[in-house]
């Protein structure tokens, strides 16, 4: 069974369109997690969610917006795309957060053109 | 902001020889852990070692925390080639927080 599981996989889109990223985890986690990893491979965090409710928002435009509906989904909606944008996006949850281990998705690889 | 920072940034080893990594960090923490990722993957979550704790081993890996120099380092021995991948350590500040470095690339030749 997956533990976070995030779609699409790949996602090519042009500039100023309007894209989302699903992600869903089944270990019962509270804490959900959105991080960037750019073509250097930092992984920079963008959001954290404690069972639904916003914890942190790093610097991030608010072209980014998340979405929680229950504590198993944390969704990630871009608008306006822009080339910047591209690289790869990685959902993760975790229990009471900072204290146990984070378990992550495969990815999001976002091309925008 | 960017909290760790691995060193070095690439590793090239031999199979059967022991690969070490550092990351170093800025400020206090609770716990700091180490994750592998391997080429177009997700993260796999490796050890976690808790502020109070110096050292722990799991099987092959061996973490070290000076939090007096704010600095980790992870050992892998006995190198095999399925190894091969990215590491980076991720620390907690004061919960809901997870920052990661940019990575030590290890390759692990056979």
């Known amino acids: 069974d997956t533990a976070v599981s995030q779609t699409p996989k790949y996602l090519v889109t042009q500039m100023g369109n309007d894209k989302s990223i699903k992600c869903e985890q089944n270990?019962?986690?509270?804490?959900m997690y959105w991080y960037k990893q750019d073509s250097k491979k930092f992984l920079k965090i963008m959001f954290s969610y404690n069972n639904k409710e916003l914890i942190i928002n790093e610097t991030v435009p608010n072209r980014f917006s998340p979405k929680s509906p229950d504590k198993a989904h944390l969704n990630l909606h871009i608008n306006s795309l822009e080339l910047g944008d591209s690289a790869v996006y990685f959902c993760?949850?975790?229990?009471?957060?900072?204290?146990?281990?984070?378990?992550f998705g495969q990815g999001t690889r976002l091309t925008v053109v | 902001s960017q909290q760790g920072e691995e060193d070095p940034q690439a590793l090239s080893i031999q199979e059967g020889e022991n690969a070490t990594m550092n990351c170093s960090y800025k400020t206090s923490i609770n716990n700091l852990q180490w994750y592998r990722q391997n080429s177009g993957r997700g993260l796999v979550h490796l050890i976690l070692i808790r502020s109070n704790e110096r050292e722990k081993h799991s099987g092959r890996l061996r973490v070290t925390l000076d939090t007096s120099k704010k600095s980790s380092s992870l050992l892998i021995t006995a190198s095999r080639a399925a190894d091969t991948a990215s590491y980076f350590c991720a620390t907690d500040l004061t919960g809901n927080q997870f920052y990661f470095g940019t990575g030590t690339s290890l390759t692990v030749i056979p």
């Open positions: 270990l019962g986690h509270d804490t």
């Open positions: 993760a949850s975790s229990t009471i957060s900072g204290t146990e281990e984070a378990f």
